[in-house]
Nanobody, 124 residues
Framework: QVQLVESGGRLVQAGGSLRLSCAAS????????MGWFRQAPGKEREFVAR????????VYAISVKGRFTISRDNPRKTVYLQMNNVEPEDTAVYYC?????????????????WGQGTQVIVSS
């Protein structure tokens, strides 16, 4: 069992930066690949980024590639999402998720545990 708690969401101006954190509790954090997803009002949840259990492999959605960076600190049991040059279209609730697979997935149904989400609002 893994419990996930996101933090760092806030109001930010377009072009600015912020970093989201996801703290995990429970055993064997390194058994899980981790992912970030987001859900904007009136839209379906969508994949943002994922990272393998050891941080050696990362994958990004086209919409955020080159602007966002996912990373993890296994001793601290934390995964991060650095968001640079944010756009109003990035406004959403951001969720982190844990996948028992080594590499992770771009599909939300393959993740086993979810956090409660953190709100990001980008003003134009």
């Amino acid at each position: 069992q893994v419990q996930l708690v996101e933090s760092g969401g806030r109001l930010v101006q377009a072009g600015g930066s912020l970093r989201l954190s996801c703290a995990a509790s429970g055993r064997a954090f390194t058994n899980y690949a981790m992912g970030w997803f987001r859900q904007a009002p009136g839209k379906e949840r969508e994949f943002v980024a994922r990272i393998s259990w050891n941080g050696g492999s990362t994958v990004y959605a086209i919409s955020v590639k080159g602007r966002f960076t996912i990373s993890r600190d296994n001793p601290r049991k934390t995964v991060y999402l650095q968001m640079n040059n944010v756009e109003p279209e990035d406004t959403a609730v951001y969720y982190c998720a844990a996948d028992r697979g080594a590499l992770g997935s771009s599909f939300d149904y393959e993740y086993d545990f979810w956090g409660q989400g953190t709100q990001v609002i980008v003003s134009s």
